[in-house]
């Protein structure tokens, strides 16, 4: 299923990795927001900074980084999944280290459904300090991590 992982095009860190982990729901410092979207659409007011991919077996999993001034003020997260039966995920971020590792624990939205053909987004509005990121997402039924590769300076 989501068990073969290739190597990602952007941001030089570590590989989409996989992690089993059994992680509660963590209160985001910001608000969440479930829909459609782009993760490069910052708004009119923010700066899109950058964007962090992992790639699955069966979709892509993307994060977009807005920020103003030195300050984070949105991640866009997406899981565009190609094929597969349907799965609940918890698509979120994650503060790390220059190696991927985390140092924060993870934030994540409310459990939503992905489907084959379709796109899960989920966009964080928030005010992080500068720092590294990526993009998680949790399987729910397997607790199974999956993560971009890492945004930011380290």
């Known amino acids: ?20 982990v059994a992680c509660a729901a963590v209160s985001a410092g910001g608000t969440a927001a479930e829909g459609t979207g782009s993760v490069g659409d910052c708004g009119p007011s923010l700066t899109f900074s950058g964007s962090a991919f992992g790639y699955l077996d069966n979709g892509t999993l993307s994060a977009g980084f807005c920020v103003k001034g030195r300050s984070l003020r949105r991640i866009n997260v997406a899981y565009d999944k190609a094929r597969g039966g349907a799965t609940n995920v918890r698509l979120g971020y994650q503060r790390t280290d220059g190696s991927g590792v985390g140092i924060k624990k993870p934030v994540y939205g409310p459990a939503v459904t992905a489907r084959a053909g379709g796109t899960t987004f989920r966009s964080f509005s928030l005010a992080l300090p500068s720092g590294c990121y990526h993009g998680i997402m949790l399987n ?6 999956y993560v971009t590769k890492v945004w930011g300076d380290c």
């Not at 290739?6 to 996989?18: D, E, G, K, Q």
């Open 1 to 20: 299923m989501l068990d073969r992982l290739l190597s990602s095009l952007v941001m030089p860190a570590a590989l989409l990795t996989v992690s089993t």
């Open 140 to 145: 729910t039924a397997t607790r199974f991590q």
